[in-house]
């Protein structure tokens, strides 16, 4: 959701898991994310039947497109997902981000957290107070910037990945700290 921008509308419990209704911030397609939580299956591997159900659910309540996430699907699962133009998430199966996406989302959380927690935004590095001049950090938001500046000037996608991940951790943990 962070890196297509999306905006998340509603969160709602259903007998697998949890829907969200998400919007694009820059057009008017309405979104199902729905996270499977627990697959009705003994193998815990979420089947076509699931698929359909979604389906469904994306006709009646008018969604334009879907996102299924759950550990595994079956084979009939995914095929079906492909027919109905649902994206898949899964442990083996994740979306490929383009470094050009997942920068700017990153440097976004980066700007956005440095305001909440310092009151403002570093315009370069020697303003930033979360790393003394002998090199030791005492911001862990700091150090996720500085390894995604180094990530990225390598083309390291799956590093950026793990550094957007961290700053979504922290981001939450900040905001359940502030409730």
């Known amino acids: 959701m962070a890196i ?26 309405k979104i199902l994310l729905r996270v499977v939580t627990e697959p009705k299956t003994k193998s815990e591997v979420v089947g076509v039947d699931s698929v359909r159900k ?61 305001q909440t927690k310092c009151g403002y935004i570093p315009k370069k590095q020697s303003d930033c107070k979360g790393k003394d001049s002998n090199g030791h950090y005492s911001c862990k938001i700091r150090v996720i910037s500085d390894n995604a500046s180094f990530h990225f000037e390598r083309g390291w996608t799956r590093f950026l990945e793990n550094d957007l991940m961290q700053l979504l951790a922290v981001h939450n943990s900040m905001n359940s700290q502030s409730n």
């Open 4 to 29: 297509r921008d999306y905006e998340c509308e509603e969160r709602q419990r259903y007998d697998e898991g949890i829907d969200f209704t998400a919007s694009d911030a820059k057009s008017d397609v």
């Open 54 to 114: 979604m389906t469904e659910t994306m006709k009646l309540e008018n969604y334009d497109k879907g996102v299924l996430i759950s550990k595994r699907f079956s084979e009939a699962a995914k095929r079906e997902m492909s027919r109905k133009g649902i994206q898949m998430v899964s442990e083996e199966f994740t979306p490929l981000f383009k470094l050009q996406e997942l920068y700017p989302t990153i440097r976004d959380y980066i700007d956005d957290l440095c």
